[in-house]
């Protein structure tokens, strides 16, 4: 074999690997150039973007010579990188970044005088009482006197045991005699458990309150007893005026005890003319503005939203801010700080390892997440105006909350916070349509109110809504929904409800389809008949 025949032998092995390198190559080409599309269509970040645009321009633009370089300092930049997540933690003297001057609007607008904040009585009770749990004798005795009228001498070691919550008692009528109420303001997201723990307290003193209040009345201390079913609607009116969606719901749900036992009092009870006038003030104090209540919570909701994600920056002492080394070191010690319950099994204790992955998830969220946590707050602002047009008296209830599609789907910050909102959309759309039903339960408690004043001069119930006119004005048979209340005679007594939001007469029934909504009788699901002294 000549020189020539080797020579013409050896220039497809030459050429294979060459082939293969630009094969890998277009195909790189082609990946970064989807990716980028991908990226434009759906608003990447402005960072990815720019990261794919340098690859791509260094793979086509950049002339072969100069390559080596581009890639040698691609390689400077991650070892870096890697150096710097193995580096030790120097977070001393930095804290995670609160919105301290929105706070600090929010307290300034909701601040009253210590004398007349009853949030610094309750917090007295609640330093030695933060646990209350009643060392009743019998739970089941205790449910009971909290759903009807009774007398010591049926039950008498509930009513000695009654006898030793007369200090707590005494306080929160204190409590009670104030119109204001701020405590304050839980502006980490991670904290609430703070407000629930209070709130499951509220509810156990209202229950002793009514406890209480249902042996006055059974025992002819009128006066006494409607003072503390009033003490549970002032409780409940304090709970209302903090800016949290979990405190407007407590409230409404003790509102509705101190409602039912009032209307149980109203239409059972042996009560005379001016005592029934007593009890119509008394729900006359209930107050329910949706839009009112609804601007409220989403004020202290928005400022949790931002302070949560303010854990992936830092500030300290003298006002810098920077991104977060730890961002999940943060979290996990303000979640054992507050005593926040983890997965069961689930170790919060920061490792070194857990640390060099925190590091990690800090590189990948500076591409995504805005430079500085003002940039954050207008994001949180933008997505909120969706949520505040709720507090409108226009707003369209009938409109869809927020979707996630793929028409709506955007790879940046922005589709994140709107993804977390539109879950808040829902929920607060079903909260919409609990007002109503609240309303019409209040409204309704003082149609009975009507109906008892009737039933005082004539001796008997009305035959039809028409005849207790006469005793109210026409506004005080109409429903939240604007349609009159149903009312219709029975041979116990007489049935009271709303037709509900669909305006159909269905008998005053509201499971598996109807949406009539009881007012007297109770709802079954709320009142079983049992035997008080089948114990």
């Known amino acids: 074999m000549n020189e020539q025949e080797q020579q013409n032998q050896e220039i497809p092995k030459k050429k294979k690997p060459h082939i293969i390198i630009r094969i890998i190559r277009w195909i790189w080409i082609a990946l970064l150039s989807l990716l980028l599309a991908v990226g434009l269509f759906f608003q990447a970040p402005w960072k990815v973007l720019t990261l794919f645009l340098i690859f791509l321009l260094a793979a086509t633009a950049l002339p072969r010579p100069y390559r080596k370089w581009f890639w040698a300092g691609v390689g ?21 970044y609160t919105f301290d001057e929105e706070l ?5 607008a909701r601040a009253v005088p210590d004398e007349q904040n009853a949030a610094l009585i309750y917090n007295r009770l609640l330093s030695t009482d933060e646990s209350f749990e009643p060392n009743i004798p019998d739970p089941k005795i205790y449910w009971k006197a909290r759903k009807k009228m009774w007398m010591s001498k049926d039950y008498p070691y509930l ?92 409230g409404k749900a003790i509102n509705s005890l101190a409602i039912s036992q009032l209307k149980k009092v109203v239409v059972t009870g042996k009560i005379s003319a001016e005592q029934v006038e007593m009890i ?32 992936f920056y830092e500030v300290n002492e003298r006002g810098k801010v920077r991104r977060s080394r730890n961002p999940v070191k943060h979290m996990f010690s303000r979640m054992q700080k507050q005593g926040i319950p983890i997965y069961e099994n689930f170790d919060t204790t920061f490792t070194y390892w ?42 369209d209830w009938s409109k869809q909350s927020w979707q996630f599609t793929w028409k709506t789907a955007k790879l940046n910050f922005s589709t994140m916070i709107n993804m977390l909102t539109a879950i808040l959309d829902g929920a607060y759309h079903k909260i919409s349509d609990l007002y109503p039903r609240e309303i019409s339960n ?39 929904y604007n349609n009159p209340f149903v009312y219709k005679l029975t041979d116990d007594g007489f049935m009271l409800y709303s037709k509900g939001k669909n305006n159909i007469d269905e008998n005053g029934q509201y499971k598996d389809g109807p949406d009539d909504w009881p007012i007297w009788p109770p709802k079954k699901s709320m009142e079983k008949k049992e035997d008080p002294n089948d114990v």
């Open 159 to 250: 009513a000695e045991w009654l006898k030793q919550q007369q200090k707590t008692i005494e306080v929160l009528k204190q409590a009670c005699q104030k119109n204001k109420c701020t405590f304050p303001i839980e502006a980490d997201i991670l904290g609430i458990s703070n407000s629930m723990e209070r709130l499951s307290v509220f509810r156990k003193w209202a229950y002793l309150l009514i406890c209480a209040a249902n042996n006055d009345i059974a025992e002819d201390r009128f006066n006494e007893g409607l003072y503390k079913y009033s003490c549970v609607i002032k409780m409940a009116d304090h709970i209302h005026q903090e800016p949290e969606l979990i405190s407007l719901l407590t």
């Open 442 to 480: 209040l409204k309704g408690a003082r149609v009975v109110v009507v109906l008892r004043r009737y039933k005082n001069k004539y001796g008997r119930w009305p035959d039809r809504l028409d005849d207790v006119k006469e005793f109210a004005k026409d506004e005080t048979f109409i429903d939240a």
């Open 280 to 311: 119509d003030a008394a729900l006359s104090g209930i107050k329910y503005d949706w839009y009112s209540d609804f601007r409220r919570c989403l004020e202290g909701e928005k400022l949790m939203m931002k302070n949560f994600w303010g854990v």
């Open 354 to 395: 857990r640390g060099r992955i925190d590091r990690l998830n800090a590189i990948q969220a500076w591409f995504w997440i805005p430079a500085d946590p003002q940039q954050v707050s207008k994001v949180i602002d933008k997505s909120y105006e969706r949520l505040y047009a709720m507090a409108e008296p226009d707003y």
């Open 76 to 96: 400077c930049v991650i070892l870096a990188l890697i150096i710097w997540v193995f580096l030790p933690d120097s977070s001393e003297g930095w804290r995670p």
């Open 104 to 108: 600090a609007a929010l307290e300034a």
